[in-house]
């Protein structure tokens, strides 16, 4: 199932209300008979959709560059650690830190033979930041207690909510993404405002 926005045009016909919803819309076939519900939703909902899925998360993902791969920072933070540990304790030549960093290069490059790296996408790059913004549920699992994060529909979110969760998820998309772009929060804020603006 595929839930974009739309916006009624003049002519009567609809488009697509932010670059995200076009995409999706353009993985529809052309000819492909669909099923559509129409839900009108307030024109403030439109707004945060827009500021949210056409401002914050569009930015963040341009911006966003995909580091680590196939090694975890926390793998990459052990072998440092312990590389550091044995080179200091052995005369701290450096030879062994040489050793863990082509050790990594060739785990990597293993690992690339097996597994294929996942592409960047927005749907994943919106999970994350609802669930770093705390907008999830736990729940138990045979595996162990797992995050569920919950939904944004903005017809649902009561105005305070939906505030509440772009100001964490701003805080999250800031801190971990778009503070390298940008000189301030109040730049990226106008950024995003201008985004909304020009539609």
């Known amino acids: 199932m595929i839930e974009i926005m739309m916006v009624k045009t003049a002519g009567n016909g609809l488009q697509p209300a932010t670059a995200k919803d076009a995409d999706e819309y353009g993985k529809i ?89 996942p592409s960047k996408s927005i749907e994943a790059l919106h999970r994350w930041v609802k669930a770093e913004s705390g907008l999830y549920d736990l729940e138990m699992t045979p595996a162990g207690v797992r995050k569920v994060e919950r939904s944004i529909n903005f017809n649902s979110m009561d105005a305070d909510e939906w505030q509440e969760f772009y100001k964490q998820a701003f805080g999250v998309c800031w801190r971990f993404i778009l503070s390298r772009s940008y000189g301030s929060e109040e730049e990226l804020q106008n950024c995003i405002d201008n985004l909304v603006e020009m539609g």
């Open 29 to 117: 076939k052309i000819g492909q008979p669909v099923r559509v519900a129409l839900t009108q939703v307030k024109q403030r909902s439109l707004k945060w959709h827009k500021m949210y899925w056409g401002g914050l998360l569009q930015l963040a993902m341009d911006a966003w560059e995909p580091q680590g791969g196939l090694i975890s920072s926390t793998e990459k933070s052990t072998l440092n650690n312990f590389a550091d540990w044995l080179d200091a304790k052995s005369g701290n030549s450096g030879a062994i830190k040489a050793a863990c960093n082509a050790f990594m290069d060739e785990l990597a490059q293993r690992r690339s033979q097996r597994i294929d790296t």
